[in-house]
């Protein structure tokens, strides 16, 4: 059974997906999905995270690890025992370690064989694009709809001294 994470994005059981989108439209897609409420889940984030504290707090099987390091990361992949495995991507856990990046997303893919594996980054970086490289699905979102501008006159002083103002009749 697929995970239907967004309209446009659904996760495979025993996969490693990738998905690249604003950090509003991730927290959106996961407080309004109630199907992954279903499902034990592991949320893995590194030294600092901007999506948990915008989660709600509805998840009954939400299991958070934190990873300070590429080792920990690795442990913490090892030892998962969920449905859904989601990791929050954070480049400073390889600034130390670029050598890992490989073992790593061979862990990544050792964890897919049980699990489906998201690997979650608001932004890209080098170290992320190698760990996509082989990925199953990626999924990249620059934004979503953004809307219409609209013109002000303190900014386009040209428009404003065009306008005419018509006399009143008295």
């Known amino acids: 059974m697929d995970f239907d994470l967004h309209p446009s994005a659904s996760l495979r059981p025993r996969s490693l997906n990738a ?12 407080n309004h999905n109630l199907n992954l409420q279903r499902f034990k ?10 999506v948990l504290r915008r989660l709600d707090r509805k998840f009954q099987e939400l299991d958070i690890s934190r990873a300070l390091t590429v080792f920990q990361l690795m442990t913490i992949l090892e030892e998962a025992r969920h449905t859904l495995i989601v990791i ?7 600034e130390d370690a670029q050598g890992m990046v490989e073992y790593v997303t061979q862990g990544l893919h050792e964890a897919a064989k049980e699990a489906a594996v998201l ?3 608001p932004g890209t970086d080098t170290f992320q694009e190698d760990m996509t ?9 620059d934004g979503g709809p953004r809307a219409t501008t609209k ?7 040209k428009a404003q001294k065009s ?3 018509l ?3 008295t």
Request: hydrophobic share 40%.
């Open 19 to 30: 998905l690249l989108a604003p950090n509003e439209m991730f927290t959106e897609a996961l």
């Open 41 to 50: 889940v592991l949320y893995i984030c590194g030294n600092y995270s901007s």
């Open 88 to 94: 929050e991507h954070d480049p400073m856990l390889y």
């Open 119 to 121: 690997l979650y980054s």
């Open 133 to 141: 490289k082989n990925a199953d699905r990626v999924f990249y979102f």
């Open 151 to 157: 013109l002000i006159s303190k900014a386009y002083p």
């Open 163 to 165: 306008q005419t103002t």
């Open 167 to 169: 006399e009143a009749w």
